[in-house]
């Protein structure tokens, strides 16, 4: 950590370095030696790169973490002391990358899908964003939830995703969901699977052929004139004509 000031030509007088209330080094130009150290759990000071202005902590444990002071005091006549805070954080990453399960090999629209990424072991717990096809999933599409293995130990990160699929999450047949595992800004891990768009085959069906038989009675008349002569008579001629229809294939 580095403590950058400006005396303003005053002449420095003390450098002390706090992590919450409690000061756990301090450098005094004017003492033999400068440096002094006030041991605190969790905190080793590197005396050979603490100075005026920067402090190095070496073999950081988790108990480091919190807030820490820098104040810095003019000399006399003033006196002026100025105080500036910061957090660190004392992490632990995973020892390896996000996992994803439940994606099926295939999906076709109105299909639910459902996908669990889990990131292990971290302290603190990782944060979990899901992708699809590179855009943000939607807040009420995802469920997170934390778990602890002991107090103060290692976390596991869970987040679900769960969704309807409709046509538009297609691109170029292939849905893509991918799960991003951040801490701070010190770790950033990403797994990405796809999907392939299920196609529905279209086998075509011939339906037999209908027949359908319709008679016509055409009744001839005699001839002269349509006028009847004694002895002749009407005779009706049947014709039967055989209509047949051929229905369209149907597609299934």
């Not at 303003?8 to 400068?34: I, N």
């Not at 950033?188 to 037999?208: D, G, N, W």
Request: glycine letters at 4%; hydrophobic letters at 35%; aromatic letters at 8%.
């Amino acid at each position: 950590m580095k403590c950058l000031y400006d005396l303003e030509q005053e002449v420095l007088y003390s450098v002390k370095w706090y992590r919450g209330d409690r000061e756990f080094c301090r450098y005094s130009p004017r003492d033999v030696p400068p440096l002094k150290i006030f041991r605190i759990p969790g905190i080793e000071v590197d005396k050979e790169a603490t100075d005026a202005e920067k402090l190095t902590i070496q073999a950081s444990t988790q108990t480091a973490s919190g807030r820490y002071t820098c104040e810095v005091s003019a000399d006399a006549p003033s006196f002026q002391t100025a105080q500036v805070h910061t957090h660190m954080y004392v992490v632990v990453l995973p020892k390896s990358g996000p996992s994803m399960h439940g994606l099926k090999r295939r999906y076709r629209p109105g299909m639910k899908l459902k996908v669990e990424c889990i990131s292990r072991h971290s302290l603190p717990a990782a944060n979990l964003s899901f992708f699809i096809n590179n855009d943000a999933a939607l807040s009420q599409h995802v469920l997170h939830r934390v778990d602890g293995e002991t107090v103060g130990g290692p976390m596991t990160a869970y987040s679900t995703i769960q969704f309807v699929v409709q046509k538009h999450h297609f691109v170029r047949g292939k849905i893509k969901i991918r799960c991003t595992a951040s801490i701070y800004s010190i770790y950033l891990q990403s797994l990405e699977k796809s999907a392939e768009e299920e196609r529905i085959r279209t086998t075509p069906v011939s339906l037999p052929e209908v027949h359908e038989a319709v008679v016509y009675s055409i009744h001839r008349l005699p001839e002269n004139n349509g006028c009847k002569k004694s002895g002749s008579t009407s005779t009706t001629v049947k014709i039967i004509l055989l209509l047949t229809y051929l229905l369209p294939n149907v597609l299934r």
